[in-house]
Every structure is written in C-alpha cells, then in structure tokens.
T-cell receptor
Framework: QKEVEQDPGPLSVPEGAIVSLNCTYS??????FMWYRQYSRKGPELLMY????GNKEDGRFTAQVDKSSKYISLFIRDSQPSDSATYLC?????????FGAGTRLTVKP | GAVVSQHPSRVICKSGTSVKIECRSL??????MFWYRQFPKQSLMLMAT?????????EQGVEKDKFLINHASLTLSTLTVTSAHPEDSSFYIC???????????????FGAGSRLTVL
C-alpha cells in the first residue's frame, strides 16, 4: 500500500461545476497537508496548506482534513477552464514529505 | 510570499557532458532543499534531500555519483548531472523549505523546473 493514494483521473468537468479532489494516507504522523497545482511543464505551485485537522477556505478553494479517517479533500467551486491542471496532494511530518500521484483535471468551457 | 528560482529552465546538451542546475530561494533562507525528477504525465519522484552544509541524502536507486548535489548556502542548491546520457533527459524540479516555527515553515515552495534534453 502506498503511503498516499490519489486517483490520477483524468477528471473532466464542465465549466461552473464543483470539483472534488481527494487523497487518503496511511501514516498518522503526518501533520501538514498541502495541495499543489501544476500546469504542464511548470513547477507545482502551492494552493493551500492546513496544519492538522479542519477546513480552510481561500476564494473558490476549500481544503478539508480529516485525520481520524486519514482523508483530505480539495473542493473547487465555480470551476474555470484556467483551473485545468494536475492537482497534487502532499503531506509531511518533519523532513518526511510524501506526494500523491496527482489528479489531472480538465474544465471544459 | 516565498519564491524559488530555478535556472536554466531548459537545457540541451550532448551525451557525455555535465549539466548544472541551480535552485535559489530568493526571499527566505531554506534549511532544506529537495530535488525531484518528473517524467511526462507522472508524479514527482524525489531524488535527494539536501540540508545546508551537509551531504545530501539520496533516495534508493538514485546514483550519487551521477547526480551531484551541493547545498553550500541557505539560499542555493545545485544539481549537477554528470556524464549525461539520453536516458537522463527529464524534467528536474527543486523545492525549498524554510523550516523553523513560523506559519508555513514546513510548506514546500517549488522552482519552475528545468527541462533537460540529452542528445
């Protein structure tokens, strides 16, 4: 079993849809949870990070962490074609950081 | 916000030559820097972790003599691909972590990546 599981997709939605991206993990020691967005041939850029459990909202993006279930989510409201990218979840404890495989999202106009 | 600059963004070289890629944290001191390799449509593959002033820790299967990593200062780490061959062609990405106890200290900031093509 991988430490971090993320469905690679691809995921295709119409413009304006609500997108739900998820990751599960096995290491209960993880404390920081992050979501990165990566456009083709670019480095990942940080979207949001959360420490421990809870929700965090930033504009159209909401990150949720449920440590009891070892499950994290990223919701994108009113999705736009410019949101089309690969979304990577990441989590860390100390120097140990693990990434999900990334989910390829396409938002169609 | 934290910014990491990676240079060059694209490099083409002949087989057998060495290529150096630089990773700089522009507005913060990075206690730890990471180097990744990414193949098309695949996720990041961690190659090595480097802490300023000490030897890099390489992931299993990564050749230390092939991929030389130097982290001489808190703002600069370099990856040198020695005696490059076509199979080394890939997208190399660095990231840096501030460390410490401030908010976001453990979050990674990535460089824009360097595309290496070995002919």
């Amino acid at each position: 079993q991988k430490e971090v599981e993320q469905d690679p997709g691809p995921l295709s939605v119409p413009e304006g849809a609500i997108v739900s991206l998820n990751c599960t993990y096995s290491n209960s020691a993880f404390q920081y949870f992050m979501w990165y967005r990566q456009y083709s041939r670019k480095g990942p850029e940080l979207l949001m990070y959360t420490y421990s459990s809870g929700n965090k909202e930033d504009g159209r993006f909401t990150a949720q962490v449920d440590k009891s279930s070892k499950y994290i989510s990223l919701f994108i409201r009113d999705s736009q074609p410019s949101d089309s990218a690969t979304y990577l979840c990441a989590m860390s404890f100390g120097n140990d950081m693990r990434f999900g495989a990334g989910t390829r999202l396409t938002v169609k106009p | 916000g934290a910014v990491v600059s990676q240079h060059p963004s694209r490099v083409i070289c002949k087989s057998g030559t060495s290529v150096k890629i630089e990773c700089r944290s522009l507005d913060f001191q990075a206690t730890t820097m990471f180097w990744y390799r990414q193949f098309p449509k695949q996720s990041l593959m961690l190659m090595a972790t480097s802490n300023e002033g000490s030897k890099a820790t390489y992931e299993q299967g990564v050749e230390k003599d092939k991929f030389l990593i130097n982290h001489a200062s808190l703002t600069l780490s370099t990856l040198t691909v020695t005696s490059a061959h076509p199979e080394d062609s890939s997208f190399y990405i660095c990231s840096a972590r501030r460390g410490g106890f401030s908010s976001g200290a453990n979050v990674l900031t990535f460089g824009a990546g360097s595309r290496l093509t070995v002919l």
